[in-house]
C-alpha cells in the first residue's frame, strides 16, 4: 500500500525508511565485504554494491513518495564511511543526495523514470564525492589509512598503483551504468510482484 497521502512524513514513514535503510546497509556489508576480497573489487565497491542496493531504495521510494526520503535514505547509507575515517567523502556524498534529492522533490516522487534518474544521480555522485580525497590526496590517503584499513606494504602497493585519474573516471561512469541496471532491473521486479500484489502504486 502506498503511504502518500500528505507530503509530509509521518512517524509510520519514518519506521518505513529505516527499516529499508537498515536492509541496505545489510546489503552494503555483505556486498561489500565479497567485493573488498579483491582488489579490483574494492577499487569498485561502490558501483558494485549500488547495484544490489536498488533494490531497496526503489522499494522504499515506491512505498513512501514524500519529500526527503531519497535524502535520508542516502544519508544513512554513507555514513559507513565514518568508519574509514573519510569524513569530506562522506559529507560530499550528501551533498550529491541532497541534489538527488530537489530531482525527486521536483517531481513529487510521482515519475518511475524520475525515481530511477534520481538514484543514478545520487549514486553517480556518492561515487565521485566518496573516492575524490582518495584521488586527489595523491595516495596519501591510503598511507594515513594503512594500518585502520588493515594493509600489508604489498597490498598497499597494489592499491596506490590502482589510484589513477583514468581509474576514477572509469569508475564513476561504471556507477552510472550499475546504479541504472539495478533500479530498472528493480523496478521491473516491484512491477511484477509488489504492484500487482497492490502492495504499491
Request: some cysteine.
Amino acid at each position: 500500500m502506498n503511504t502518500n497521502k500528505t507530503e509530509t512524513l509521518t512517524a509510520r514513514n519514518f519506521i518505513s525508511i529505516g527499516i529499508f535503510a537498515a536492509i541496505n546497509l545489510v546489503i552494503f556489508f555483505i556486498v561489500g565485504s565479497i567485493a573488498g576480497m579483491t582488489v579490483i573489487g574494492t577499487v569498485a565497491n561502490i558501483p558494485i554494491t549500488v547495484f544490489f542496493e536498488a533494490v531497496a531504495y526503489m522499494l522504499l521510494v515506491s512505498k513512501v513518495r514524500k519529500k526527503g526520503t531519497f535524502l535520508i535514505m542516502g544519508t544513512i547509507g554513507v555514513l559507513p564511511g565514518f568508519m574509514a575515517a573519510n569524513v569530506i567523502g562522506v559529507l560530499a556524498s550528501i551533498a550529491g543526495w541532497i541534489i538527488a534529492e530537489i530531482i525527486a522533490s521536483a517531481n513529487h516522487y510521482k515519475s518511475k523514470k524520475i525515481l530511477i534518474f534520481t538514484y543514478v544521480v545520487g549514486c553517480t555522485l556518492q561515487s565521485a564525492a566518496y573516492t575524490l580525497p582518495m584521488y586527489v590526496s595523491n595516495a596519501q590517503y591510503m598511507i594515513d589509512r594503512k594500518e585502520l584499513l588493515h594493509l600489508t606494504d604489498e597490498a598497499l602497493d597494489v592499491y596506490l598503483e590502482m589510484f589513477t585519474w583514468p581509474m576514477y573516471f572509469g569508475m564513476v561512469a561504471l556507477t552510472v551504468l550499475t546504479a541504472f541496471l539495478g533500479a530498472f532491473i528493480s523496478m521491473k521486479i516491484l512491477k511484477r510482484h509488489f504492484e500487482k500484489a497492490g502492495l504499491i502504486s
